[in-house]
């Protein structure tokens, strides 16, 4: 009888042991997904960013050559700080994604000591 129980706690230990082990593995691959993901969004909004900002300077242009009204530039102005906005959203996102994974792969950082020796007196 008490082999029977010392299996089925074995086989229960193991299970569990099983289960955290693909746990753990799925966090780190769904956090490295994520990572990739944010990367590839950010690098798209900062593109996105740099085409706002040449058009804005265009706007800037146009206006100040008496071309358009200020409209247009308001315009360019409104859509490049949306997309500035955006690219510093996902840029948080990308380091909370960053310290989800490092704590996925059950690490840790410590806060840097100073390296530069004491002065001898």
Not at 33 to 43: D, N, V
Not at 72 to 97: I, K, M
């Amino acid at each position: 009888m008490r082999s029977i129980q010392a299996k089925a706690a074995r086989d229960e230990a193991v299970a569990r042991y099983r289960q955290t082990v693909l746990t753990a593995f799925a966090d780190v691959e769904n956090n490295l997904a994520a990572e990739h993901l944010l990367a590839g969004q950010y690098g798209q909004v900062m593109a996105a960013l740099e085409a706002a900002r040449k058009q804005l300077k265009i706007a800037d242009n146009r206006y100040n050559s008496g071309l358009v009204t200020y409209l247009e530039v308001a315009t360019a102005q409104n859509a490049a700080l949306s997309t500035e906005r955006a690219g510093s959203r996902l840029r948080g996102q990308q380091l909370v994604a960053a310290v989800a994974l490092i704590k996925s792969l059950g690490g840790g950082w410590q806060a840097a000591t100073n390296t530069i020796p004491a002065r001898e007196k």
